[in-house]
Each structure stands twice: as C-alpha cells, then as structure tokens.
C-alpha cells in the first residue's frame, strides 16, 4: 500500500521560500508522476506541477517562474521550493502520485497535507 | 486552459435519496476525467477515474458517466459518511491540470 508522508515549514514570512517534501513508501517512483497540489479557500484546488522518476517536470503555467519541483530516488523522496512567496500563498499544499498519461490521468494516493501560512 | 465548471455549488438530500452532481467541461476533455471526495481535515480521495471507472474500494453506490464536456457524479442511496465535498479534474489539455470549484453535499 503505498504512502506518503510530507513536511515542511508551516510559516512564512512574505519573500521566502516554501519548502516540502514528501517520502513516498510501499511502492515505485517509476511510470508514475508526482505531483505537489495546493488548496486555498479562494482558489480551491491548484496543480503547481510534477516530476517523474528521470526528473521530467512540468508546472502550472502561473506559478513556473517560481517553482522548482525535485526528486530524490534514493530517499524516495520529491520536494517542492516555491520562491518569493506572499500571503496569497497561503494554502494547504499536497504531495499526491498520478497515474496515467497524457489524458487520462489521476491522482490515486495524497499526502496528509500541510497548511503553510505566509504572514509578516 | 480548461475550465471545469461544477453544479450545484451546494446540494442539501436526506440518506437514502438519490444524489446528482454535475461537471462541465469549457472543451471536450473526451472520457478523461476524475471524480473525487474529500472530508474536513483530510486529503480528497480518487472515487471515479476515465468517467466511469470506479477506484479501488469504492462502493458500488457511487457511479460515474459522461463525455465529452458534461459529467456526471451519481450516488444511488446517501450513506452518513457521504456528506461531503465533491470535485472533478482533468489533464487532457494541459499544462495546466485544473479542478472544478467544488460541490458541497450536505444533510438536508
């Protein structure tokens, strides 16, 4: 049964960088996406991008200029660092696996989920 | 980048009735799209994959059909723990993968 299991820093400050990472047990990287997503009351749910086991990655077209997703095989780890954030940041951020390709696609396993606030 | 657009924002039923959930897609997204419930304090859970395939462990109550830009989220007889928040999402034109907004189901 695969699980994933995340953390990171839980408050920010405005300009600086979130940081998570998610440790994926009981099962593979490979032929999968992982993928980081985050929840906010005034946007519902975002997709901020994926990496696959060979590094691929692509992100949300509106938060690229500041993402940078990685992965970690030999952890079983991926990571999230997004840069500059503001209070509109603010969110509850998920580490999830995708499956599929191309179209069909979707998200069989998530993280536990971590609220990050951004405050001065 | 498509808009999923889902109806009603808010749905009030009593156990046992009959729910219906709608998704709209702004373009065709073919038979590509995934339904999903999630519960106060937790991560949303798969339910429905390709329109209509049922993820593993969900009961059969649940039921998903539909293409190319109309869905549909089907519960045939409301169970307590049914009383939730629904959403869809897609990725056949992407970047980026979007979600719907949302609809609440809630005890009438």
């Known amino acids: 049964q695969l699980q994933l299991q995340q953390w990171g820093a839980g408050l920010l400050k405005p300009s600086e960088t979130l940081s998570l990472t998610c440790a994926m047990s009981g099962g593979s990287f490979s032929g999968y996406y992982w993928t980081w997503i985050r929840q906010s009351p005034g946007k519902g749910l975002e997709w901020i991008g994926e990496?696959?086991?060979?590094?691929?990655?692509n992100y949300n077209p509106s938060l690229k200029s500041r993402v940078t997703i990685s992965i970690y095989t030999s952890k079983n780890q991926f990571s999230l660092n997004l840069r500059s954030v503001t209070a509109a940041d603010t969110a509850v951020y998920y580490c999830?696996?995708?499956?599929?390709?191309?179209?069909?696609?979707?998200?069989?396993?998530w993280g536990q989920g971590t609220l990050v606030t951004v405050s001065s | 980048e498509i808009v999923l657009t889902q109806s009603p924002a808010t749905l009030s039923l009593s156990p046992g009735e009959r729910a219906t959930l709608s998704c709209r897609a702004s373009?065709?997204?073919?038979?590509?799209l995934a339904w999903y419930q999630q519960k106060p304090g937790q991560a949303p859970r798969l339910l429905i994959y390709d329109a209509s395939n049922r993820a593993t462990g969900i009961p059969d109550r649940f039921s998903g059909s539909g293409s190319g830009t109309d869905f549909t989220l089907t519960i045939s007889s409301l169970e307590p723990e049914d009383f939730a928040f629904y959403y869809c999402?897609?990725?056949?034109?992407?970047?980026?993968?979007?979600f719907g907004q949302g609809t609440r189901l809630e005890i009438k």
């Open positions: 999402q897609q990725r056949s034109n992407w970047p980026p993968i979007t």
């Open positions: 999830a696996r995708g499956v599929g390709s191309t179209g069909r696609y979707w998200f069989d396993s």
């Open positions: 373009q065709s997204v073919s038979s590509y």
């Open positions: 990496i696959t086991r060979t590094g691929n990655t």
